[in-house]
């Protein structure tokens, strides 16, 4: 049975930082594309960030350039979420994701297996 399990959310200023980590068992995902979603309430989930199975590709949401890592260690089948100066507009539940599209063409409809979600709140 896969399971990804996300850990690292929290409440946290404007300013901060958090990272994000998810674990997954169950199965090695070779060739895999793993990302984060998020979503806000009222909103739908979007892509935060996702790569490649090998690191080398990786692509970022505008909205989060220049501040969030994503970063993956295979042996560990993990995928992090490195997140600085985080603003109140990140505010959101955080989702693992995995799936066989590309990183830059990985959508919702494209995510073959979900975490449950880590809620990270930035207050301001």
């Known amino acids: 049975q896969v399971q990804l399990v996300e850990s690292g959310g929290g409440l946290v200023q404007a300013g901060g930082s958090l990272r994000l980590s998810c674990a997954a068992s169950?199965?090695?995902?070779?060739?895999?594309?793993m990302a984060w979603f998020r979503q806000a309430p009222g909103k739908e989930r979007e892509s935060v960030a996702t790569?490649?199975?090998?690191?080398?590709?990786?692509y970022y949401a505008d909205s989060v350039k220049g501040r969030f890592t994503i970063s993956r260690d295979n042996a560990k089948n993990t995928v992090y979420l490195q997140m600085n100066s985080l603003k109140p507009e990140d505010t959101a539940v955080y989702y693992c994701?995995?799936?066989?599209?590309?990183?830059?063409?990985?959508?919702?409809?494209?995510?073959?297996?979900w975490g449950q979600g880590t809620q990270v709140t930035v207050s301001s």
């Open positions: 994701a995995v799936g066989r599209l590309s990183p830059l063409n990985m959508v919702v409809s494209g995510v073959e297996y």
């Open positions: 169950g199965r090695t995902f070779s060739f895999y594309t």
């Open positions: 790569i490649s199975w090998s690191g080398d590709v990786t």
